[in-house]
């Protein structure tokens, strides 16, 4: 399973990015799928997460101003960020969690992640 991110780049301070990340590779399931951020000297923290019944949960910094969206047929997840400010500047990764079965049948369950994409907001 592989997670491709793209869409990052350079914004200004009140301005809108989309990025996003597709999932390739043999899975039967997803459930959960996300993105968190780390910024310049940050830990790498939770931004937001959708279910596969479509549910979300946000990082208070962020409500309001992303969304989050999952295209299940596609396998593609994405952020949509309006308003951006400087604190948003950081690297963006995307995770999902799959099930996926060996040749065997044995189920395997994993939290995979994207490679990152650099989100930048300059004022």
């Known amino acids: 399973v592989q997670l491709q991110a793209s869409g990052g780049g350079l914004v200004q301070v009140g301005g809108s990015l989309r990025i996003s990340c597709a999932v390739s590779?043999?899975?039967?399931?997803?459930?959960?799928m996300g993105w968190y951020r780390q910024g310049p000297g940050n830990q790498r923290s939770l931004v937001a997460i959708?279910?596969?019944?479509?549910?979300?949960n946000y990082a208070e910094s962020v409500r309001e101003r992303f969304t989050i969206y999952r295209d299940n047929a596609k396998k593609v997840v994405s952020l949509q960020m309006n308003n951006v400010k400087p604190e948003d500047t950081a690297v963006y990764y995307c995770?999902?969690?799959?099930?996926?079965?060996?040749?065997?049948?044995?189920?395997?369950?994993?939290?995979?992640w994207g490679q990152g994409t650099l989100v930048t907001v300059s004022s």
């Open positions: 590779g043999s899975v039967s399931r997803i459930d959960d």
């Open positions: 959708v279910k596969n019944n479509g549910n979300t």
């Open positions: 995770t999902a969690d799959t099930l996926s079965y060996t040749d065997e049948g044995s189920p395997v369950a994993a939290r995979n």
